[in-house]
């Protein structure tokens, strides 16, 4: 059994700027961390919900990358503009949301939509 109700990774890979694959820290990932900690602080959420930076998540195209447990939801282009969506819609009421699957791993959940 799983210590938090949610476990949520935020890829911070950095690569040089020259680097073809890209990077989630280029595309602003290290603003998510901070923004989405402050969030679950201010309700009360910090033994409950998990924020941590991971290497890459070899999504990198799509990044900035997110992955929320239990559910194995894969968010992609994850921008600061999306943080309190995600947190009030998923992580306090459940609800993954849906424009920012990635389609690599949810085309199933999308069709649904
Ligand atoms: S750099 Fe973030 S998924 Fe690869």
Redesign the pocket.
Known sequence: MSRFIHHVFI?E?R?PEDDP?????SKG?PELIPALRELIKQHGLTSKIRINSSG?????S????VVVYPEGIWYSKVSMDDVAEIFHEHLLNGRPVTRLLDPKFHADLMERQ
Do not use: E, M, Y
């Open positions: 890829c890979n690569r694959k890209g990077c989630c820290a990932s890459c998540l070899a999504n990198c799509r990044g900035s990358s």
